[in-house]
């Protein structure tokens, strides 16, 4: 079965730093996509940025990007030039490639507060 | 193109009473997950449909239902409801043209309060 570790259960940054939010994740699968979510207080779950095992070279989408390192399991979430509107959690998620593959396993999260 | 939507947004029900939950995808979506999140047990997968077929299922009892009619749109439904079922339900769709892991789009949720 597979799993997502999110140690930080919160984490402070300055308005303008960068910041980057931790995940290891375990699957014996060599297939799988990572995903980073952010939920703000209203509740939705937002898509930041995906991940496929295959993929060479690390995502980006704008101020997101994501350190992904296969030989260590770390899918990390880096946040440059924070923003007070970044403040929210933020989790992340793994699928499994295969078959028909539908389900999200998702990390416990971690709370993200941007300072002034 | 407009998101994912449920219906309704906040919910209070009492225990024993059951309870229907409602998805619209975004257009052209054809594959409806749920999920329950909830502070002690974090964000579970409940279900998936596509194409009016639940395709893939998680670790909830049977009395957790869904179904997904033939416009993609997708009921959630829970019956002899218990304390415990007091969450954040998610709606989420994707493409899923080649069910292969496709990025799934959440809704707003549903908050079930039950007394």
């Known amino acids: 079965a597979q799993k997502i570790t999110q140690t930080q259960p919160g984490m402070f940054v300055q308005e303008k730093e960068a910041v980057t939010l931790d995940c290891t994740y375990d699957?014996?699968?060599?297939?799988?996509?990572l995903f980073w979510y952010k939920q703000p207080s209203s509740g939705e779950m937002i898509f930041l940025i995906y991940q496929g095992s295959y993929d060479q070279q690390n995502a980006t989408e704008g101020r997101y990007s994501l350190n992904f390192q296969k030989a260590r399991k770390s899918a990390n979430l880096v946040i440059s030039a924070s923003q007070l509107g970044d403040s929210a959690m933020y989790f992340c998620a793994m699928i499994l490639l295969t078959g028909t593959a539908s389900k999200l396993t998702f990390g416990t999260g971690t709370r993200l507060q941007v300072t002034l | 193109k407009a998101g994912v939507t449920q219906t309704p947004r906040y919910l209070i029900k009492t225990r024993g009473q059951q309870v229907t939950l409602s998805c619209s995808p975004i257009?052209?979506?054809?594959?409806v997950s749920w999920y329950q999140q909830t502070p002690g047990q974090g964000l579970q997968f409940l279900f998936e449909?596509?194409?009016?077929?639940?395709?893939n299922k998680g670790n909830f009892p049977g009395r957790f239902s869904g179904r997904q009619f033939s416009n993609s749109r997708s009921e959630m439904n829970v019956s002899t409801l218990e304390l415990g079922d007091s969450a954040l339900y998610l709606c989420?769709?994707?493409?899923?043209?080649?069910?292969?892991?496709?990025?799934?789009?959440f809704g707003p949720g549903t908050r079930l309060l039950v007394l």
């Open positions: 989420a769709s994707s493409l899923s043209t080649s069910g292969m892991g496709e990025t799934q789009y």
């Open positions: 257009s052209g979506h054809r594959s």
């Open positions: 699957t014996s699968d060599p297939s799988y996509g």
């Open positions: 449909y596509f194409s009016e077929t639940q395709r």
